[in-house]
């Protein structure tokens, strides 16, 4: 067995903390600073708390599942998801699965939550047929995407942020480069030319998994060897771009969402915010996956922002650092703050990317495909036509998706093409999968004397999705009632 380094102290005060909480059978979260150590935080109380009865850990994708078993190491511990189902005196498993584990163990003693902040029904609904004796959360967002308290959870125990990590040694200190210039700048071949004189390695956001692919093919050919990474592939090639980044054979890696939790690139210095991001998770969680300690950052980490007019707003080069910190700390309204002239747009552009962050989820989570399709602008007549034309289909969509589907559907002229392209690509997913189980139980009911066409078997399972707020929804219903409205995006 390779020794464990030592705790740092904040992990120690963490678990201190968590501990406490759990006595007063309090439902605890810890919000540590992304990259401060919290999967190692999570294995030392599992240590802890095996030696009084089974300890469950929840995380929010099945990535994460083989992160979290590296760390336990040689605790005994087993995973459950898919067709994994190993019972042991620690399991880990997705947030999704969490129903399965409650119907083959009666006995959790302590669930912990990893990636807390991805709260949604499924969760929610899983925490309660698990019914453990104890449970608390990790997470270094401890809200939803939205900026709400998560409900799940009776109190945040300890705090650890960025500031504080940054002063400590914990996370790299980092600068700040944004567009000063008048009017709307050309977003990609700004951010183009700030990649051509950056040797990375880094990463660089995208509006999407096509949007990703396309972006790491044309930088590539203009000199930035950029690979695509997202949720649509395989471990072993999401692996492979990792491991070439990391080896010197790339300078970008352009992702959609996946990068955005759980991912440990130590080295990586260089983070080009093309796609912009005003969602206070998203964004906190991206910038995290450059601030981790290594060796060779020997200068500041640079965080480029096309999006933000801070300059324009007043600020200078520290203040627009400061206002970063605002955000990954968590500070009430900090995003308003960093993107001031543009607090007009930021709701609707909010909407469109927590529209757009669950339609991604839900064609990966279907197996689909999507049209590839033009990532601004808004749905054509057409496309919402053949949306609306699947709206019999939505009843076989995974049980958490179906009554988002429905209020989108309602929606389908303030959506943009990339969103519905997605909506229309899952439904004829489910449409062709189960096609031979409606027509073998529509010949079966008509023998029966029994009305044709009422619901079927067939249904896919559930899985966890990104939130759409209800506020998200709103701001997309005044868009189709206003079609003369600027489009914009937030991913």
């Known amino acids: 067995m390779t020794a464990l380094p030592p705790l740092w102290p904040h992990q120690l005060a963490a678990i201190d903390a968590i501990r406490e909480a759990l006595t007063r059978k309090a439902r605890p979260i810890a919000a540590m600073a992304t990259g401060t150590g919290k999967t190692r935080t999570q294995r030392e109380i599992a240590a802890k708390a095996v030696t009084r009865g089974r300890v469950v850990i929840a995380t929010s994708r099945k990535s994460l599942i083989h992160?979290?078993?590296?760390?336990l190491g040689d605790l005994d511990h087993g995973v459950w998801y898919g067709e994994k189902k190993q019972i042991a005196p620690i399991i880990v498993s997705t947030h999704a699965s969490l129903g399965t584990l409650a119907k083959a163990i009666d006995d959790t003693y302590l669930l912990l939550v990893d990636?807390?902040?991805?709260?949604?029904?499924?969760?929610?609904?899983?925490?309660?047929?698990?019914?453990?004796?104890?449970?608390?959360?990790?997470?270094?967002?401890?809200?939803?995407?939205?900026?709400?308290?998560?409900?799940?959870?009776?109190?945040?125990?300890?705090?650890?942020?960025a500031r504080e990590a940054i002063a400590a040694g914990v996370l790299a200190p980092f600068a700040v480069d944004y567009w000063s210039g008048d009017g709307?700048?050309?977003?990609?071949?700004?951010?183009?030319?700030?990649?051509?004189?950056?040797?990375?390695?880094g990463l660089v956001t995208a509006a999407g998994i096509?949007?990703?692919?396309?972006?790491?093919?044309?930088?590539t050919r203009a000199g930035v060897p950029t690979l695509a990474v997202h949720s649509g592939q395989g471990r072993k090639q999401q692996n492979a771009a990792k491991a070439?980044?990391?080896?010197?054979?790339?300078?970008?890696?352009?992702?959609?969402?996946?990068?955005?939790?759980?991912?440990d690139i130590p080295p990586l210095r260089l983070l080009i915010r093309r796609a912009m991001q005003s969602s206070p998770v998203v964004l906190t969680q991206g910038v995290g996956r450059v601030l981790r300690i290594h060796p060779s950052k020997t200068e500041a980490v640079r965080i480029y922002d096309p999006h933000a007019r801070i300059a324009q707003g007043g600020m200078d080069a520290a203040e627009a650092v400061g206002a970063y910190l605002d955000v990954l700390d968590g500070v009430p309204d900090a995003v308003s703050r960093l993107y001031v002239p543009k607090i007009a747009v930021l709701a609707e552009a909010?909407?469109?990317?927590?529209?757009?962050?669950f339609v991604a989820a839900l064609v990966v989570a279907v197996g689909a495909t999507p049209e590839p399709v033009r990532i601004d602008g808004f749905a054509s007549p057409d496309q919402r036509k053949r949306l609306r034309n699947g709206y019999g289909m939505v009843r076989y969509l995974p049980k958490s998706a179906r009554e988002t589907v429905y209020l989108l559907i309602e929606v389908a002229e303030g959506?943009?093409?990339?969103?519905?392209?997605?909506?229309?690509?899952?439904?004829?997913?489910?449409?062709?999968?189960?096609?031979?189980?409606?027509?073998?139980?529509?010949?079966?009911?008509r023998k029966a004397g029994r009305v044709h066409g009422a619901p079927v078997p067939y249904r896919v399972a559930?899985?966890?999705?990104?939130?759409?707020?209800?506020?998200?929804?709103?701001?997309?219903?005044?868009?189709?009632?206003?079609?003369?409205?600027?489009?914009?995006?937030?991913?």
Not at 350 to 357: G, N, P
Not at 421 to 427: K, P, R, S, V, Y
């Open 184 to 201: 709307e700048p050309d977003t990609d071949a700004l951010c183009l030319s700030w990649a051509l004189a950056q040797h990375g390695p």
């Open 244 to 263: 070439w980044v990391l080896g010197g054979g790339l300078r970008l890696l352009a992702y959609d969402s996946l990068l955005n939790e759980g991912v």
């Open 210 to 219: 096509l949007d990703a692919e396309d972006l790491a093919t044309r930088w």
């Open 350 to 357: 909010t909407a469109v990317s927590e529209v757009e962050a």
């Open 462 to 491: 559930d899985v966890v999705l990104p939130v759409v707020s209800a506020e998200a929804i709103e701001r997309l219903r005044e868009r189709k009632e206003q079609p003369a409205m600027t489009f914009r995006r937030a991913v």
């Open 67 to 71: 992160d979290i078993s590296a760390a």
């Open 115 to 161: 990636e807390a902040h991805n709260q949604g029904e499924c969760l929610v609904e899983a925490i309660e047929a698990l019914h453990p004796q104890h449970m608390a959360g990790v997470t270094g967002t401890p809200y939803t995407g939205s900026g709400v308290p998560l409900s799940a959870f009776s109190e945040v125990c300890f705090r650890f942020p």
């Open 415 to 445: 959506l943009t093409g990339l969103a519905v392209a997605g909506l229309i690509a899952a439904l004829a997913k489910v449409d062709a999968a189960s096609r031979v189980s409606r027509m073998s139980w529509s010949k079966g009911a």
